[in-house]
Each structure stands twice: as structure tokens, then as C-alpha cells.
């Protein structure tokens, strides 16, 4: 089978430090590739993942035009998947396209014609909001849709429901042999990683931090800027999230109790989650599929947070984690999870999140696919 992975203009594959699309098709393509899948990437010029063949129109990643969730407008999306297109209809034995970028690029892809080959397009964020993204989408008869989790499919625009061939959970290398390493030791620290965001609620758990006495070490990007220096030299900003961080969490940093450290890279980020009592996960918008959950948990570190989303689909409750719909209840969780076996997270990761385990998955849903067409 032949399969051409649309990763998307924005960031090159593997992606350096954050990256959710980046890390989850670099993450993918290597035991498909064992599976005897041959890969044809569509990503950035600057991507190093090993492929049978790389497609690009831009050199470098397109982050800093990324305007979500109408990341259409600015042209960067039509550009990369008219490439897609063309790359498809110059090469006759792609089998399928597994595709990865939102709304219009799946709306170009839609459009290609009888002779094509079907489409498979992963949904990687909360989408309810938006069903104007997807208007009256039919797919075309070409294209089929998976969710990254069971409550995504549940809650995504009607029009693509109705393409929905199931759910893939999300998957880190990080499962491999989890269950064969020794726990890591722990510190006294919480961490959130990921994009600071108000979904993501970095303001919540900064609050609880000097309310309860807790230290709180914040890990990602705000908007496109990857460190504290990069964000203090910008002085007007209307990137949503600068503003977010700005008015809602700067005002907790004060590098003690809360530290913001900016995008962390692994094998740093690694280090920073295993050593941590828990990852926080202080949700105020429906988590979609959550990398950094399966992180943790492979990494040993239980994840404490509210359950919104797919966390109680990634979270056991008593045993590798905790969740509540109260984020008052935080604190105390985080207690309680300082008394979990660490074990028992890599134990479950090995076992469902492995790369080997989302690839087989995948494999089940591009034969789906292909029948159906
Ligand atoms: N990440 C990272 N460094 C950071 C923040 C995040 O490497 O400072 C990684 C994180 O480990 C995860 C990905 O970026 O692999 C974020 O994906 P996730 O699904 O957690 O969140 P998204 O941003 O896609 O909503």
C-alpha cells in the first residue's frame, strides 16, 4: 500500500520541541513504514523524518501565519494542499491520503474527482464550535474521517460524523518497552505542558499554585513565541494567546511558586515530566487527544486533571491518574496522585499508546477506507 501523509505547511516533521500534527505523523510513520507501507510525506521543505518520498511548496514551516481557526484566509493552506493535489495525480499508485489539515485543506481534497484515490482525513482539534468550518461538507464521496478520541467523534460537526469510520488514540515512542524501564524518581514540581492557551487553563492551575502552595512549572509556546526573552521583545501583539498569557498567567510567574520556561525540548522535556509529581491537566475546553497525557503516563508520571475531553478515555481514575469536573479539587488530587505507582502509567502506556499499537489501528481504518470506496 502507498499512502501519501499530508502533514500540513506548518512545522517541519519531526517538529523541534512543540509540535501536535508534527509529532503525531513523525510518530506514525515509522511502523507503518515496518508494516510495509510506503510513505509519500507532504509536509515542509525542512522535514527530516525518513519517507519514501518528501512533496513540499514551502522550504520552511509556516507557524508564524497560522491563524486558527480560520487558518484558510492567509493562502499558506490552498498553496500546500494544491500541491497535495498535484503530487497525488502525478503519482497513480497512491492508494490513499491521510490527511491532517482542518477545514479547507480537507474541503481541496474533497474536490478530487472519481479517479482519485480516497481520502482519510484525521481530525486533530475541538471543532464543535466551528461547524461553519465544514459547512454542508459530503465528503465527495472520497473522503472518510477519524478522530484522535471517542468524545471528539461524538461532539464533531454533524456533516462529518456522518464520514466517521472511528477513533485512533494518540500514541508516543516514549510507550516502547515503558513497562520494562525503571520509575523515575520524583521532585516536588507539577507540570503543564503544552501550548499556553486558555483551553489549556495555565491560568487555573497558576492560581491554585499560590493558593495552595504548590510549585507549578509551565512548559510551551505562547502564541508563536518560544521563550521568555522572544516574548518580552514584542511589545504589541494581537496573537490571542500573547494576550491570554499577558492578563491571565504572567501575573502568577514569579519564578518560584509558578516558572514559565517557554517551549522545552526532549530529551529536557523528558526529563522535566518524569521527574514531575504529576501533570496538570486544568482543561476548560474539551481536549481532543492530548499528546502529553500519553506522554506522562509513559514517562510515569500520573496526570491530575479536569474531565473534559478525552482525558477519561486516557486517564484510569485511582490508578494512573485522577479527574474531576471541579478544578477547586485540583490540589488535593495532586496528593493523592503522589501515592499512585508510577508502574502502573507505564504498564498501561506500553500496553495502548505505543506507535506499533496506533499504526496496526490505522492500518485497520486506510482498509476500511478502501473498501468503502
Ligand atoms: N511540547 C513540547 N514542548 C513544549 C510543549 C509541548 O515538546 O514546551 C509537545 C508535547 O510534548 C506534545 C505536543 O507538543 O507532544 C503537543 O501536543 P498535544 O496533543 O499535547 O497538544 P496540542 O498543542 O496539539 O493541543
Not at 4 to 17: E, H, K, R, S, T
Not at 263 to 279: H, I, K
Request: proline fraction near 9%; charged fraction near 20%; glycine fraction near 10%.
Amino acid at each position: 500500500m502507498k499512502v501519501l501523509m499530508n502533514a500540513g505547511p506548518w512545522l517541519p516533521v519531526p517538529p523541534d520541541g512543540y509540535g501536535g500534527i508534527e509529532n503525531i505523523v513523525a510518530t506514525l510513520v515509522p511502523p507503518l513504514r515496518e508494516l510495509g507501507v510506503e510513505v509519500v510525506l507532504a509536509s515542509v521543505g525542512s522535514s527530516t523524518l525518513e519517507v519514501d518520498e518528501l512533496v513540499s511548496v514551502f522550504p520552511e514551516g509556516q507557524f508564524r501565519q497560522l491563524q486558527r481557526p480560520y487558518n484558510q484566509v492567509n493562502g499558506v493552506v490552498p498553496a500546500h494542499q494544491h500541491a497535495v493535489v498535484r503530487a497525488v495525480r502525478e503519482r497513480p499508485d497512491i492508494d490513499l491520503v491521510h490527511d491532517h489539515v482542518e477545514a479547507a485543506g480537507l474541503a481541496t481534497l474533497a474536490a478530487l474527482g472519481r479517479d482519485d484515490p480516497p481520502v482519510l482525513h484525521t481530525l486533530h482539534w475541538d471543532l464543535h464550535k466551528h461547524p461553519e468550518l465544514y459547512g454542508t461538507f459530503d465528503g465527495g464521496g472520497r473522503v472518510w474521517v477519524n478522530g484522535v478520541s471517542a468524545d471528539q467523534v461524538s461532539r464533531a460537526p454533524e456533516a462529518l460524523r456522518a464520514h466517521t469510520v472511528g477513533h485512533v488514540h494518540l500514541a508516543t515512542p516514549l510507550a516502547e518497552g515503558a513497562d520494562r524501564r525503571r520509575p523515575p524518581d520524583k521532585g516536588g514540581h507539577v507540570v503543564i505542558l503544552g501550548r499556553v492557551t486558555p483551553g489549556k487553563g495555565q491560568d487555573v492551575g497558576a492560581r491554585l499554585a499560590h493558593r495552595y502552595g504548590f510549585d507549578v512549572v509551565l512548559a510551551g509556546p505562547v502564541g508563536p513565541y518560544h521563550s521568555p526573552e522572544d516574548l518580552a521583545a514584542v511589545s504589541t501583539s494581537d496573537n490571542p494567546d500573547v494576550a491570554y498569557y499577558r492578563e491571565k498567567v504572567g501575573p502568577y510567574v514569579d519564578g518560584e511558586r509558578v516558572r514559565w520556561l517557554g517551549t522545552v525540548r526532549p530529551p529536557g522535556r523528558d526529563d522535566l515530566v518524569a521527574s514531575a509529581r504529576a501533570v496538570l491537566a486544568p482543561l476548560r475546553w474539551s481536549e481532543p487527544g492530548g499528546t502529553f497525557v500519553v506522554e506522562a503516563l509513559a514517562l510515569g508520571t500520573p496526570v491530575v486533571g479536569i474531565s473534559l475531553g478525552c482525558l477519561p478515555e486516557l486517564v484510569d481514575h485511582g490508578r494512573t491518574g485522577f479527574l474531576t469536573a471541579d478544578e477547586e479539587e485540583l490540589p488535593d488530587l495532586l496528593e493523592a496522585a503522589a501515592k499512585l505507582d508510577p508502574a502502573e502509567s507505564m504498564r498501561e502506556a506500553a500496553t495502548r499508546f505505543t506507535p506499533a499499537v496506533m499504526a496496526a489501528r490505522y492500518l485497520e481504518l486506510y482498509r476500511t477506507v478502501l473498501a468503502s470506496a
